[in-house]
């Protein structure tokens, strides 16, 4: 396994699939995952999804500057540290934003995220 593919093709799908369909990452979360957004803390893949899906905006679409990794435990895993921009629908300015995920293997041969932490950066 090579975390650095996994992290790039993970990046792609996550947030392609952000953009176009955010009630469709549920699938990409477990009972166990964490989200904390903003600070707040969200614990379940229903309870992740219904926070994404309530946010204030129909449509974005993330510009992804940089993408960290590095293999974690349990063997197998990845953390994935993400830098970009996030450009909602009827603003003029882009947001800055960094966002990490752990994803953990599953016994099927594909990942599930199980901490996921986003912050907008203000400058």
Same mark, same amino acid.
């Given at each position: 396994?090579?975390?650095?593919?996994?992290?790039?093709?993970?990046?792609?799908?996550?947030?392609?699939?952000?953009?176009?369909?955010?009630?469709?990452?549920?699938?990409?979360?477990?009972?166990?995952?964490?989200?904390?957004?903003?600070?707040?803390?969200?614990? #379940?893949?229903?309870?992740?999804?219904?926070?994404?899906?309530? &946010?204030? *905006?129909? @449509?974005?679409? %993330?510009? $992804?500057? =940089?993408?960290?990794?590095?293999?974690?435990?349990?063997?197998?895993?990845?953390?994935?540290?993400?830098? #970009?921009?996030?450009?909602?629908?009827?603003?003029?300015?882009? &947001?800055? *934003?960094? @966002?990490?995920? %752990?994803? $953990?293997? =599953?016994?099927?041969?594909?990942?599930?995220?199980?901490?996921?932490?986003?912050?907008?950066?203000?400058?």
């Amino acid at each position: 396994m090579d975390p650095d593919a996994v992290a790039k093709a993970f990046v792609e799908h996550y947030y392609r699939t952000f953009d176009s369909n955010r009630q469709a990452l549920g699938g990409l979360y477990q009972d166990g995952s964490m989200l904390t957004f903003e600070g707040d803390n969200i614990q #379940g893949a229903a309870a992740i999804v219904a926070k994404l899906s309530s &946010l204030p *905006f129909q @449509q974005c679409a %993330h510009a $992804i500057s =940089t993408v960290d990794c590095q293999p974690s435990g349990p063997p197998g895993g990845v953390l994935v540290f993400v830098s #970009g921009s996030l450009q909602v629908g009827g603003e003029q300015h882009p &947001l800055k *934003f960094s @966002q990490m995920f %752990h994803l $953990i293997p =599953t016994s099927q041969g594909s990942f599930y995220v199980l901490n996921d932490i986003f912050r907008l950066n203000y400058a």
